[in-house]
């Protein structure tokens, strides 16, 4: 078996759960079919393994270092660029005319599955270019298309996206950069950035920021907020290097993990003449942004997921080949030791990991077919419902990964014990990874104000009624299945209270309740999270039962009873602290709302 994914849990996911052979009668898609996607799949699977996964643990130990004019990273970093590059898989998304491959997002998702996987930190160079090149396309000038996106497709440039200022982090609406115009067009950009991932390296010829910057004059807040193009190197039409832009490296952050990637400070015009460009009309800079947020808050979670896949597969060939200990009902001190993976409590801590990072691997991938069906669906309505139920789904795409693979990885290094402590082991940079996903792309706390205060009640509940038609459409094929019904009536049981949950919570908000309501979102977020992880572990289940429940091969069934089993578990284990979780949002307990600062 790999050790980035489980290539049947992967097929299965991609054929039977989430169809991915149906997005070919998609105009956009059908010059594709199942080889064209495996095709692409093994080559992601071969370059992520040769050339990413080696040196995951050396770039972690020798993080990039800044001598005070230049930024050194390990050479491999620069060679998997370089075979990222040259696949096309930087442009892949993009249309057939602008070089691209016209990969649905499903396919394209499970591609960076396997990078993900195998080094999250040098993988982050090339996402982040492919998510700034995506922002240029959409909303940049011909001119600017001409000049910066095909060199960010070969490779030649790099791209970062520039928030976050040293004193402001989520609060966007508060950022002080500063953009001035000038009479050819162009904008002098005036501030710091903090934060920025791949500010700086010296894998690329250039880098190509998208800098969030208020323009004199404009208003306050985030409607007064634009995006501009500032290049690290000014560059010609014809995409060759001028002279070097007013953009300086202040220093590099060092970090717990993700320590490959590059994480800087930069100072924007302490010469007064960084060059900056505008992109698409001035005080929009925030809607264009998102595009790009948007697609990273989807990246996040998949990071989430992947990093925590990798840290279970890891421990669970651990425990298969780790003899320890003997059944409590053993009591022959010369007998052999068994392999702790028959350890109950072991058993416990793989289900748990199995559930999570399985369960959030395939909440990624619906979230990415939804995108395809919003993007090539022909029947407008189809296609606004995906739109409308991705967005609903984007903070949960963003936080279940990003929390519960941590706590996958956590398990993972409890599993392999001591050992799991030592570097001489995978696990524990897993988790330093991971613990990132969390805390970027807007935090757990961010994404659950976000749901709960504005996606449930966007196009007058639409979204939630979506949700619930796939939800009952799963309900209904499980219940009539003898293996899932039992588990399926336990689900509308917690289903039930959840809608409960979200009429009280509605109710107090119409009645401008706004802080009360919100108190306790993360609460919420999570109760949300885990009953959309749940639905998708029965149609996981269901979908195992219909593909291989009549196969007479070992392999097939063995598959199968393991996703009966995790779907067992997360519905009876972990769904069983929503009732707890209602009743805290329900009363709206005021326990942390009531907490005053000076008390602690």
């Known amino acids: 078996m790999s050790k980035l994914v489980n290539p049947k849990d992967l097929e299965f996911l991609l054929y039977q759960v989430f169809n991915a052979e149906q997005l070919t009668e998609l105009e956009r898609f059908q010059d594709h079919d199942r080889t064209t996607f495996d095709g692409i799949l093994k080559t992601s699977e071969q370059i992520a393994e040769n050339y990413f996964l080696p040196h995951n643990a050396k770039a972690d130990e020798h993080e990039p ?18 075979h990222f590059a040259e696949s096309g898989l930087m442009s892949a998304r993009h249309s057939f005319t602008d070089g691209g491959m016209q990969l649905p997002s499903l396919i394209h998702a499970a591609c960076n599955a396997y990078f993900m996987a195998a080094n999250p930190s040098t993988a982050g160079y090339p996402f982040l270019t492919s998510a700034a090149a995506n922002v240029i396309h959409a909303f940049g000038s011909e001119q600017q298309k001409a000049t910066f996106l095909q060199p960010m497709f070969d490779g030649r440039f790099s791209g970062t996206m520039a928030l976050t200022e040293p004193d402001v982090g989520s609060s966007l609406g508060d950022l002080t950069t500063k953009a001035i115009p000038q009479d050819d067009g162009s ?10 991932s791949g500010g700086d390296q010296d894998i690329t010829e250039n880098i190509v920021h998208l800098v969030l910057a208020r323009i004199e004059g404009a208003p306050t807040g985030v409607k007064g907020i634009s995006l501009f193009i500032v290049p690290k190197f000014l560059t010609n039409p014809d995409g060759s290097l001028a002279e070097r832009n007013d953009v300086k490296l202040a220093g590099l952050l060092h970090k717990m993990g993700y320590r490959g990637t590059t994480s800087t400070v930069l100072n ?45 597969l890891e421990s669970l060939d651990y425990a298969r080949n780790r003899p320890q200990g003997r059944r409590a009902t053993n009591r022959d001190p010369n007998s052999k030791p068994i392999n702790i993976v028959e350890h109950t409590d072991v058993k416990r801590m793989l289900l748990a990991q199995k559930s999570y990072v399985e369960g959030a691997l395939a909440l990624c991938l619906f979230a990415s077919r939804l995108v395809d069906e919003m993007e090539g669906e022909a029947d407008e309505n189809k296609a606004q419902d995906s739109a409308i139920l991705l967005d609903l789904l984007t903070p949960i795409v963003k936080s279940f990964p990003s929390y519960y693979g941590p706590r996958a990885n956590d398990l993972a290094i409890q599993v392999l014990a001591g050992a799991g402590y030592t570097r001489e082991y ?136 393991g996703k009966l089993q995790a779907a067992q578990y997360f519905i009876r284990w972990e769904l069983a602290e929503i009732d707890h979780q209602a009743k805290l949002l329900t009363s709206f307990d005021t326990t942390c709302l009531d907490m005053q600062a000076d008390w602690f």
Request: charged share 20%; aromatic share 8%; proline share 2%.
């Open 65 to 82: 270092q800044f001598d005070g004019e230049k930024v050194t990273t390990i050479p491999e970093v620069k060679e998997a660029w370089k």
């Open 187 to 196: 904008y002098r950009i005036k501030g710091q950035k903090m934060y920025i």
């Open 426 to 561: 995978p696990v524990e940079q897993c988790y330093r990874d991971n613990r990132l996903n969390p805390i970027h792309e807007g935090t757990h706390g961010i994404q659950s104000l976000d749901l709960l205060g504005r996606k449930l009640w966007q196009h007058n509940g639409k979204g939630q009624q979506l949700l619930m038609a796939r939800v009952q459409a799963t309900l209904k094929s499980a219940q009539q299945k003898r293996a899932l019904k039992p588990l399926a009536d336990l689900y509308q049981k917690h289903l039930n209270t959840l809608m409960q949950t979200v009429m009280t919570l509605g109710q107090s908000l119409q009645k401008g309740e706004v802080e009360l309501s919100l108190a306790n979102s993360a609460v919420f977020l999570d109760l949300m999270s885990k009953m959309v992880i749940g639905w998708l572990w029965l149609e996981m289940a269901d979908k195992a039962i219909e593909t291989f429940g009549d196969s007479e091969t070992a392999e097939d069934q063995q598959f199968l009873a």
């Open 268 to 312: 924007f015009g302490e010469q007064d003449n960084c060059h900056g460009y505008l992109i698409g009309e001035a005080n929009k800079g925030l809607s264009y942004m998102f595009k790009m947020m948007n697609e990273a808050r989807i990246g996040v979670g998949l990071g989430g997921a992947m990093i925590g896949y990798r840290g279970y």
